[in-house]
């Protein structure tokens, strides 16, 4: 799963598997408006989805996966 942030100075992509997080580019977060319409009204500060598909997803480890390939 995944958790994107609006946050005043950027967006961020969290994901809950690995921990690994992104900054998201302005080309990034266009494809993400367009994928999830969602995160365009500006009330909203955030969102959860099961998958990514307009973005490269990110990666990253936390203290207890090592060494676990995680697939998206």
Not at 1 to 12: A, G, P, S, V
Not at 52 to 72: A, H, L, Q
């Amino acid at each position: 799963m995944y958790i994107i942030t609006k946050y005043t100075n950027c967006w961020m992509v969290l994901d809950t598997v690995t921990g690994g997080t992104k900054s998201l580019n302005a080309t990034e977060k266009e494809r993400i408006k367009n994928e999830f319409k969602l995160i365009s009204n500006p009330e909203v500060h955030g969102i959860q989805v099961e998958q990514i598909r307009s973005i490269s997803t990110v990666t990253g480890t936390y203290p207890g996966n090592e060494g676990i390939e995680v697939k998206s």
